[in-house]
């Protein structure tokens, strides 16, 4: 009975995976392509994480990506004192309230929260693990348009030339330093690249409304990148 339990388990699983694969962006993100936002505000991360650095340098690298994806993006560098102003500057305050005042001051169709949940460097292991989550929320209606997670690893290890245990001592040292010295916006360019590569194009992106079939990424990733 048992065996034949964990064999119609496994199938379920299966057939829920074959599903989720072949869903469609359409599918995932309905909201985004009804909705069709074309200017988005950054909000400042919610960082929960002891690096109190993090919150800053990520901050200031979100924009890029948002472009390229197609999107208009209000300066970070502009908006600041503006949040600064409405208590906005501690974003926690907006991440489930009201956001029509982004739309009637900044003119932005949607907002962009960011929580920062793990960020930890690791000499031994040569890398730096970010863990953050993207939510894309309306300022028409409040509601959330595209969310996704990522831990991303970012190997930050050296390749020494010469064997023995000499080269492998070198290797760990350069290692450790590299890992030491590396700072947040490479990690966060990484981190953006990887989890906003789902989100739909754009209106200046050449294949806006066009990607509506594409298969949906998954809304929880784990990627290890190398600079």
């Known amino acids: 009975m048992k065996k034949i339990l964990y064999i119609l388990l496994i199938g379920q699983l299966l057939i829920q995976s074959c599903t989720v694969s072949n869903l469609t962006k359409a599918d995932v993100y309905p909201k985004m392509y009804s909705e069709r936002p074309l200017s988005i505000a950054v909000m400042p991360p919610i960082n929960t994480t002891t690096n109190v650095e993090a919150k800053e340098f990520f901050y200031m690298t979100l924009s890029r990506t948002l472009c390229e994806k197609g999107y208009y993006v209000i300066s970070p560098f502009l908006c600041l004192d503006l949040y600064k ?85 070198a290797g760990f040292a350069a290692s450790a330093l590299k890992t030491a010295l590396t700072d947040y916006v490479p990690v966060a360019r990484a981190c953006n690249a990887a989890v906003l590569s789902d989100i739909p194009a754009g209106k200046y992106s050449p294949t806006f409304d066009t990607d509506r079939k594409n298969t949906a990424g998954k809304p929880d990733i784990k990627q290890r990148v190398r600079k």
């Open 85 to 169: 102003t409405e208590s906005a500057y501690d974003a926690e305050n907006y991440a489930n309230g009201q956001l029509d005042k982004f739309r009637t001051i900044l003119g932005a169709d949607a907002a962009l929260f960011t929580y920062i949940t793990g960020w930890d460097k690791s000499t031994i292991g040569s890398n730096v693990t970010v863990v953050i989550e993207y939510v894309l929320r309306s300022t028409i209606t409040n509601e959330t348009i595209f969310q996704r997670k990522g831990t991303i690893t970012y190997d930050t290890s050296v390749q020494v030339s010469g064997g023995g245990l000499f080269g492998a001592l």
